[in-house]
């Protein structure tokens, strides 16, 4: 949900750069070089960014990791970026349920979100359905969002029906018994991240293929986590933080999370970790889909 990327409109130079995947450093030659970034400043040395700054990074980074110089990028009116990032989604081709699923998102229309949402399950499963046709929507309702054609409210409503969706697909899952500690899992995501998606869609597949699951779901506290996984005798946490909102380095954040989970494995995934090799072997982390459906899969 990029409107819940902070509570406040205001983000540091390290925030744009975990959701940008631009380095600091480039971000301040941008700055000084090219006037692609005009952020303001708390005394002399600390940058601070807006909403609005936000948005135009992530679109400038888009067109960047796209393919396209920055100093072409530096040469573009807003309405050039918008035609740039409009051709990148026509050169997508962008499928028809997917199509389907923003026109009833633009036009807050329930009945036919659900129905599409109904049609992905029937024609490419769940698993295919989330990977080939809602996760490119997700996408490319986030590139509408950063050149203002979809409003929050119309990102949040699509956001709770696929949670509603794979809520409900958990729901006629079977939850086993008897299972042993090294195939039990909880779920959740930290303190101030609110991004529930990936997460019910990983426990989802863990569920489905037959692990005993825990569900805590968002903004949960490190201390929770603990002491749950105690009680329930949980071989494996896994979570998939989208943004860093409790202002700590995810390297440093997990290792808390070790210490605070001496017999637990840490599963992690998502655009965090990405460079990310924990020295600590009970931290293992996913890099693709594919490692996470294989993980899922594995029978111990």
Request: a negative charge.
């Amino acid at each position: 949900c990029p409107e819940n990327i902070r509570r406040m409109d205001h983000f540091t130079i390290k925030d744009i750069e975990l959701l940008t995947g631009i380095k600091a450093h480039t971000l301040r030659v941008w700055e000084q070089r090219y006037s692609l970034l005009a952020p303001a400043r708390e005394g002399r040395e600390h940058r601070t960014y807006d909403a609005d700054d936000l948005k135009h990074a992530l679109r400038v980074a888009q067109l960047y990791h796209s393919g396209v110089k920055v100093s072409a990028l530096a040469a573009m009116s807003e309405t050039e970026i918008d035609q740039r990032l409009e051709d990148f989604a026509d050169e997508e081709r962008v499928s028809v349920p997917v199509r389907q699923l923003i026109e009833a998102t633009v036009s807050f229309d329930e009945p036919l979100f659900r129905q599409v949402l109904g049609q992905i399950r029937s024609t490419f499963g769940v698993e295919q359905g989330m990977l080939r046709v809602i996760y490119p929507f997700l996408k490319r309702i986030g590139q509408m969002w950063m050149h203002g054609k979809v409003k929050p409210g119309q990102e949040h409503f699509a956001s709770t029906l696929i949670r509603d969706f794979l809520i409900h697909m958990v729901a006629t899952l079977n939850k086993p018994i008897n299972v042993t500690m090294d195939r039990r899992m909880m779920f959740f995501a930290p303190e101030g991240d609110w991004h529930e998606i990936p997460l019910l869609f990983a426990y989802y597949l863990f569920r489905k293929h037959g692990w005993w699951t825990i569900y805590l779901g968002a903004d949960m506290p490190i201390s929770i986590v603990s002491s749950l996984a105690e009680e329930h005798q949980v071989g494996h946490v896994f979570l998939h933080p989208l943004v860093n909102l409790t202002q700590v380095e995810m390297d440093t954040y997990l290792h808390r999370l070790a210490a605070e989970l001496p017999a637990q494995r840490i599963i992690v995934s998502g655009p965090l970790t990405k460079g990310m090799h924990p020295v600590d072997s009970r931290i293992k982390v996913l890099r693709s889909e594919q490692e996470l459906l294989t993980l899922a899969d594995h029978q111990g």
